[in-house]
């Protein structure tokens, strides 16, 4: 019989419950909760980027909203250039527009990932909170480049007319949409765990506790913290593609301090190192946005209540008060 812990029992069940979602809200006659499940699984997956940054590397990284905003607009640009027929690029060669999901996906995590190395190979000099403020710096840097560029809509952001397609599913079903993103957060979730639990997860850890003892056994840190910074990336960048295709819309807010911030919060409030330390935080997100966001305009700051609460008595976010401490086999 197989001895599995309270924390795997626990994802199994939200597992099943997001599966049948759809099934549900379609019973109740609710087919905006469909669209707020999708928005639970795009932001679980942006934050499973940052998840295996912070809480398998260590790595406080408060600009992660760049990964998200350059998915975002990766997404935006090749869809705007295929609703208006005109080629991204004329020289050297032409590039056209696309509205093919599976291609604007690839551009995005190449885009983020490249990306995520250029801030990584500057920013991984450094700890702490300098490590902190530099990635913050960065994605500010990219957030005023965007609103200081009018050709896609600047601050006022930039409008997608048509959903973009997938091979043999209608997009445009909130449903199908929905199941989309949630086979991604199950790919990420699948790939945080694969990392974690390889030899190089392993490094990571031991980088994360002490550096010196690793680089003695020949193996650089550095090397090791940029290869999961820009892998990092590269999901939140996918997550900020799927976002901007749920909205059919991009605005340089998805690359603002916020943004990086609502990242945080959802690893933080289910979990860190937490495999669904991410869902579970979004869930309680989404929940409490839609439930106290209609009574009060500051539903934040109870938000704000709960996230102090957990940092201070819960180390183990959600997941650790319903699953008690993390096994380590």
């Not at 939200?14 to 932001?43: H, K, N, Q």
């Not at 005109?86 to 490249?114: C, D, K, R």
């Not at 959802?266 to 190192?273: C, K, N, W």
Request: with cysteine; hydrophobic share 55%.
């Amino acid at each position: 019989m197989l001895n599995l812990s309270r924390e795997t029992y626990l994802n199994i069940f939200i597992s099943l419950g997001l599966l049948v979602f759809p099934f549900i809200a379609t019973a109740m006659d609710e087919p905006f909760y469909i669209t707020l499940a999708t928005r639970v699984a795009i932001l679980s997956l942006a934050a499973v980027g940052l998840n295996l940054a912070l809480g398998t590397g260590g790595l406080v990284s408060f600009g992660h909203a760049a990964f998200f905003g350059i998915g975002g607009y990766a997404m935006g640009i090749l869809a705007s250039h295929a609703q208006t027929y005109t080629p991204i690029f004329t020289w050297p060669f032409v590039i056209e527009g696309t509205n093919q999901m599976l291609i604007i996906w690839l551009v995005a995590i190449v885009m983020s990932g490249i990306a995520a190395l250029f801030i990584g190979l500057l920013s991984l000099r450094t700890s702490g909170v300098y490590f902190i403020m530099i990635t913050l710096a960065f994605a500010q840097m990219i957030y005023y480049f965007m609103i200081s560029w009018p050709t896609y809509g600047g601050e006022d952001g930039l409008s997608i007319y048509v959903r973009n397609q997938f091979p043999g599913v209608n997009t445009l079903d909130p449903a199908s949409f929905f199941y989309i993103c949630l086979v991604l957060m199950f790919a990420g979730l699948g790939l945080s765990a694969m990392i974690k639990n390889s030899r190089f997860g392993a490094a990571l850890q031991a980088a994360r506790q002490n550096e010196e003892r690793l680089a003695a056994t020949g193996i650089r840190p550095f090397n090791i913290k940029l290869t999961a910074f820009v892998i990092s990336g590269m999901i939140t960048g996918l997550a900020g593609a799927l976002m901007a295709d749920l909205n059919r819309f991009i605005s340089p807010s998805m690359l603002s301090w916020h943004m990086s911030g609502e990242i945080m919060v959802l690893v933080i409030l289910g979990g860190v190192g937490r495999l669904y330390g991410p869902v579970v935080g979004a869930l309680i997100y989404i929940i409490f946005e839609f439930i106290f966001g209609g009574m009060t305009d500051y539903w934040q700051f109870y938000l704000g209540l709960i996230l102090l609460g957990v940092v201070l008595f819960a180390r183990g976010g959600a997941i650790g008060l319903l699953a008690g401490k993390a096994r380590h086999d």
